[in-house]
């Protein structure tokens, strides 16, 4: 990884608190995307140097990190990764079907005509590249779907906490979505969507929810363990 990874990161016209933030996505993204293994030291000067910056951010970025729960910091020794293990998986999936329904139910309420035209754009070019078999759109699709149903709910609160919980678990939903779950997932994001502009409030909430434990029954059957072979199988209870 070279500096552009995160282009201007040290940018005179930034204030150390946009630049910590960007230092801490960028590390968090590293984290998730398996580049540091569970138990790896985080070095400060190296990640700094790594990335263009003093180590302030960076140790910022950490007490952050700790926060989140993704790393460990150890006074003395040093801050250790934790990471996104796949009994967390299935915690994030279970709160998610829960809020997601939520999601679901207040966009009846607040989605605006653009965004349904957009999602409905997003459901069409989904239904193409699953015929043509281009995984790739198809993920990147699929989360353009999630991000519009959460900024049409009217909550930032709601849309902060979905859009982090997604990022989480970006690296098994990739492998996952690779499997014929790809085209199910866009079926089922057509009937959420038919049912918000339909305006029925409690079939996109049912709908939304299920569609989330639908997508982690499918992580469990198509891998979700292989990621995590440290991990007891009767963690899937």
């Known amino acids: 990884m070279s ?31 398996g580049k540091y293994k569970d138990n790896e030291e985080l070095k400060e000067v190296a990640i700094g140097k790594e990335l263009g910056v003093s180590r302030t951010p960076v140790r910022e970025a950490f007490r952050q990190l700790e926060l989140e729960g993704l790393i460990k910091i ?5 801050a250790y990764v934790t990471g996104i293990h796949a009994r967390d998986v299935k915690d994030i999936y279970m709160i998610r079907s829960r809020l997601e329904g939520l999601c679901a139910r207040w966009a009846c309420e607040h989605i605006s ?6 999602m409905e754009e997003v459901v069409y070019l989904s239904e193409f590249h699953a015929s043509k078999g281009h995984m790739d759109q ?5 989360n353009r779907f999630h991000t519009i149903l959460y900024e049409s709910c009217n909550s930032k609160m709601l849309e902060h906490t979905l859009k982090d919980y ?24 057509k009937l959420i969507m038919d049912a918000i502009k339909a305006g029925d409030k409690d079939l996109a909430e049912k709908l939304a929810n299920q569609h989330m434990i639908n997508a982690y029954d499918n992580m469990v059957k198509n891998g979700l363990y292989d990621l995590y072979v440290d991990e007891k199988p009767e963690d899937n209870e």
Request: hydrophobic share 30%.
């Open 113 to 118: 005509k653009e965004q349904m035209e957009e």
């Open 138 to 142: 198809l993920a990147e699709l699929d």
């Open 3 to 33: 500096a552009s990874d995160i282009s201007d990161i040290n940018g005179d016209e930034m204030d150390k608190y946009s630049l910590r933030g960007r230092v801490f996505r960028k590390i968090r993204e590293d984290i998730l995307s």
């Open 74 to 78: 150890i006074p003395n020794r040093g």
């Open 166 to 189: 997604h990022q989480y678990v970006w690296r098994v939903r990739q492998m996952t979505l690779a499997s014929s779950r790809g085209n199910v997932s866009n079926n089922e994001h």
